[in-house]
């Protein structure tokens, strides 16, 4: 017989709390190691539970901007945490990953979906609707373009981002297609690339590109 | 044989709604009539259904919901139950003369008992 995953269910709605747990605990492999809304005693009581798996709603998490997820992995090591009830919103989603959870369900999941989730991320796979994904790799692949840090923000005093977003402007990109590219709004980008040119002293953005090239640097 | 309190389940979102479904599910005094997954559909299939009980999500913190109005002038027999997922908090809507709501709580027990005429009410207001 396989262990089972021991799960923590942390949720301001009494009714999710109690519904459902009591949906979890109708399952052999999954049992229920406590249920709680938020309060300051929160992670004390997930630590003491000794719980694997932390589902966690979405008003808890947005309202602490996510440095709960952080502070809770912090303090129990080894816990992977599941956010439930999510919107599909990428800034969100990339939040949370950020964070660290290991699984992403939406709102409109359904309880198997939750079930589902406990035992996948119970085996080291980690949870999240196929549309955010996609925002996932856009991202990585974004990171990937990022021009040697250190020379450039040492020769030129460019921030990460704005090292992000030259390669992106030598290949003659708007600031929507970039800001498409890094899940940035387009006025992100706008402000991003006007501070770069500020701080530069170029008079517009493709001569922050030859500056760039200038420092040895292909873009 | 005592007659069973009808309803239909209304809200939203998804995983709540099935929270709820399985909460009264299992009650031997209490019927499902209709699960309704697109707010367009909660007219007809309360027409179709008539049941003694809708519940439905409650869009914003201390609002009537959109349809309430309409819905108890048109059905003044009916009572609706407002579930806040993202709140602790339901309210009971129905109507009498005018249309009357009171807080209930958002558990189980307390859903429970305003299907079964139990539950306390601490105070009126419209």
Avoid at chain 2, 17 to 39: F, H, K, N, Y
Wanted: hydrophobic share 45%; charged share 25%.
């Amino acid at each position: 017989m396989s262990p089972q995953t021991t799960v923590f269910l942390l949720a301001g709605n009494r009714l999710l709390r109690e519904a459902l747990s009591r949906i979890l605990k109708t399952k052999s492999d999954i049992s229920v190691a406590g249920t709680a809304p938020y309060s300051p005693q929160a992670i004390q009581q997930i630590a003491e539970s000794n719980c694997q798996i932390l589902l966690l709603d979405s008003v808890t998490s947005a309202a602490s901007d996510f440095q709960f997820v952080r502070r809770v992995i912090e303090v129990v090591p080894g816990l992977k945490v599941i956010m439930i009830g999510m919107d599909e919103n990428e800034e969100a989603f990339l939040s949370a990953v950020r964070a660290g959870v290991f699984g992403y369900v939406l709102k409109d999941a359904s309880a198997t979906d939750v079930v589902a989730a406990v035992r996948a991320v119970a085996q080291d796979e980690a949870v999240c609707p196929p549309r955010l994904c996609l925002s996932l790799f856009k991202l990585v692949c974004s990171d990937s373009t990022a021009l040697p840090t250190l020379r450039i923000r040492y020769k030129l005093g460019l921030t990460r981002r704005q090292q992000q977003l030259v390669p992106l402007i030598a290949q003659g990109l708007t600031n929507k297609e970039i800001a498409m590219r890094l899940n940035l709004s387009e006025q992100t980008v706008k402000n991003h690339i006007h501070r770069m040119l500020q701080r530069v002293g170029a008079d517009d953005r493709l001569a922050v590109v030859e500056m760039v090239r200038e420092q040895g640097v292909f873009v | 044989m005592e007659k069973l309190i009808r309803v239909v389940v209304a809200n939203q979102p998804r995983l709540m709604r099935e929270l709820v479904l399985a909460t009264i599910s299992e009650q031997p005094d209490i019927e499902i009539v209709g699960e309704v997954q697109d707010e367009a559909d909660i007219r007809r299939v309360v027409e179709e259904k008539k049941p003694d009980f809708l519940i439905i999500a409650l869009d914003e913190p201390g609002e009537r919901p959109r349809l309430c109005d309409s819905l108890l002038c048109q059905f003044p027999d009916m009572k609706i139950l407002a579930l806040a997922p993202e709140r602790n908090s339901s309210v009971f809507y129905w109507a009498s003369l005018d249309i009357h709501s009171n807080r209930v709580e958002a558990s189980e027990e307390g859903i429970l008992d305003a299907l079964r005429g139990k539950a306390q009410f601490p105070r009126r207001y419209r």
